[in-house]
């Protein structure tokens, strides 16, 4: 259970309402065991009335009534606080499992762009889903039955040995065997658990991904092929689910076996000791039901084990994330303005998942409120520039600056606060394109929508929507055409009303009109902030106030568009091919 550790500061943080759980489970199980022994008593009034006449009827009647009472009092009470103890200790294992998804899904927003690039969002959706809700079986019910079980065993166990420990050492022969016999098969349990949670993962994201990809499933007519692999992976997740109940089957049936068992043997036993005349026949009838009584907890035994197991390999996948270290450390805390300045000094960038070298010795700089575009062939380095401006990634040598102070000093909040950064692969969510856009900025309000949409040139185009900015897109706005998912992005981007505004080729799905309004919308009306320009369009960058051109990581041409054009090279053959291209 050494992974399942992790939760103990769960277990503290809500130790009185398991305290409360433990007092009254223990009081429900006292209550319990009255039954038992007033139907031996009643069996022992009965055997002196009827073998030995020891007692009058009338007493006897009046005994049994009372008997009769206070057995269904007992149960009642019992009952009530059986009640009590599930809403306390359940609930427990409910605030848990609240808790336990929150730090989960806190940690996932902590870690950097490399974590999502080397794990797949099924299997993150998997531990977030149907591994805690392993967990919370284990914090929940198991913690339940384990404290009842406990006690109910220790109170039985104790009374039967007051009043006949010879009898109750017969009584409890099995138990060791029980025992042994469910360490070797919860060792089972634990791997076939984990086998099967990671099957899961694998069936979760081939599903997410089928789902997400579904138009180009389509468009492709592999439906048959996509059902092949579905099949495939249904199936093993299926053949190692029933494998692991197989294993799990075991326990009831053995514990049914071993239980019978303690029975015969006090049923020997004690008939001995009673014809014997060693013990009334009113004891022999409570030691039955005593082991009778612990049919159950003996059983949850296994059913128990058989969720700590699965917790076990469930916490376990959960672990191997909640350990993992952000490797982009954010050690300032101050709030603060930026103006936004930016200076590369020598910046080299290697990607760590696929050892490919992205920039090498970058030096440029764009003083505050100018533009920057950038340009350059497929692989050239230009969005990794920009990833290292919003420090998805630290550079490997090299120091950038904004506002002359290291951004590795700078507090990251601050930073992404402050800069409007629209990507090259548009996200939308399954939501109004008001709320999309109003997502860059929540305080923002109706006006402020229209006026930034208007600048994105996206306005007329939500209007002409039967619910205009009440229209809900599709997941990832998949009823929008490319150009109009790409507005509503730099809508939502200018609403920030940020310090630095980032493009990374996000004019690629417009035409030439729209573009050009746009970047005149940006030079005249979203001043005094910083724009950095990625596009493979020369007419996208032609208004900068400067232009980088990279290639292979490297900058080999910088300067205005007037000065580039003067010099025979990429920029100027780029160029030259787009304007006869119109």
């Not at 808790?99 to 531990?127: A, S």
């Not at 060792?187 to 984990?194: A, G, L, M, T």
């Not at 579905?230 to 692991?244: G, P, Q, R, V």
């Amino acid at each position: 259970m050494g992974e399942l550790k992790y939760l103990n500061k769960f277990f503290y943080l809500y130790k009185s309402k398991i305290i409360i759980g433990i007092i009254i489970t223990i009081i429900a199980r006292i209550f319990a065991l009255v039954a038992p022994n007033l139907v031996g008593d009643s069996i022992t009034l009965i055997e002196q009335y009827t073998l030995k006449n020891s007692i009058e009827i009338d007493f006897l009647k009046e005994q049994l009534l009372l008997n009769i009472i206070f057995i269904v009092g007992s149960a009642l009470i019992a009952a009530l606080f059986t009640f009590i103890m599930r809403q306390t200790l359940i609930n427990v294992s409910r605030y848990i499992e609240f808790d336990l998804k929150n730090e989960i899904f806190i940690k996932y927003q902590e870690l950097n762009v490399k974590f999502y690039k080397n794990n797949r969002i099924g299997d993150l959706m998997n531990r977030i889903s149907e591994d805690v809700s392993k967990v919370r079986m284990y914090v929940g019910p198991a913690l339940m039955y384990t404290i009842n079980t406990v006690s109910l065993f220790v109170i039985i166990i104790t009374y039967m040995v007051s009043v006949d420990p010879k009898l109750t050492a017969y009584a409890v022969i099995p138990l060791p065997i029980l025992s042994l016999l469910i360490y070797k098969l919860s060792r089972q349990i634990n791997i076939k658990s984990k086998s099967v949670q990671e099957s899961l993962s694998k069936l979760t994201t081939f599903s997410q991904e089928s789902f997400s990809g579904i138009s180009i499933i389509k468009s492709n007519t592999i439906e048959d092929k996509v059902n092949y692999f579905m099949e495939e992976f249904a199936n093993e997740t299926k053949d190692k689910s029933i494998d692991l109940a197989k294993f799990q089957s075991w326990f009831f049936p053995m514990m049914l076996l071993l239980i019978g068992l303690s029975n015969i043997i006090v049923i020997y036993v004690g008939g001995n000791q009673y014809i014997n005349g060693e013990i009334d026949l009113g004891v022999l009838a409570e030691f039955i039901i005593y082991v009778n009584m612990l049919t159950w907890p003996v059983a949850t035994v296994g059913w128990v084990t058989s969720i700590v197991q699965q917790a076990e390999a469930s916490q376990k996948r959960i672990n191997e994330f909640l350990s993992q270290k952000s490797e982009i450390i954010n050690e300032n805390v101050k709030n603060y303005e930026i103006s936004g300045e930016i200076i590369f000094n020598n910046v080299g960038l290697k990607y760590p998942e696929t050892n490919i070298k992205a920039l090498d010795n970058i030096n440029f700089s764009v003083k505050a409120g100018e533009s920057l575009g950038i340009i350059g062939s497929v692989g050239s380095g230009k969005s990794s520039v920009l990833e290292l401006i919003v420090r998805n990634y630290d550079p490997d040598h090299g120091n950038i600056f904004i506002d002359n102070k290291n951004l590795r000093e700078h507090n990251l909040d601050v930073i992404r606060k402050q800069v409007g950064y629209v990507p090259q692969s548009t996200f939308l969510f399954s939501d109004t394109i008001y709320n999309n856009i109003n997502f860059g900025n929540i305080k923002s309000d109706e006006n402020d929508i229209i006026h930034y949409s208007k600048l994105a040139s996206i306005h007329d185009d939500i209007i002409s929507f039967p619910k205009k900015y009440l229209s809900i897109l599709g997941e990832r706005g998949i009823n929008l055409s490319g150009g109009q998912k790409q507005r509503v992005a730099i809508a939502r981007a200018l609403i920030k009303k940020p310090k630095i505004l980032i493009l990374d080729d996000s004019l690629s799905a417009l035409d030439t009109e729209t573009e050009h309004k746009i970047i005149n919308n940006l030079k005249n009306h979203v001043k005094n902030i910083t724009k950095i320009i990625v596009s493979h369009r020369i007419s996208t960058v032609e208004q900068c106030d400067q232009i980088l051109v990279l290639n292979q990581g490297k900058v080999i041409e910088i300067g205005t568009h007037q000065e580039l054009c003067k010099i025979d090279g990429y920029y100027k053959e780029t160029y030259d091919k787009q304007k006869t291209k119109k």
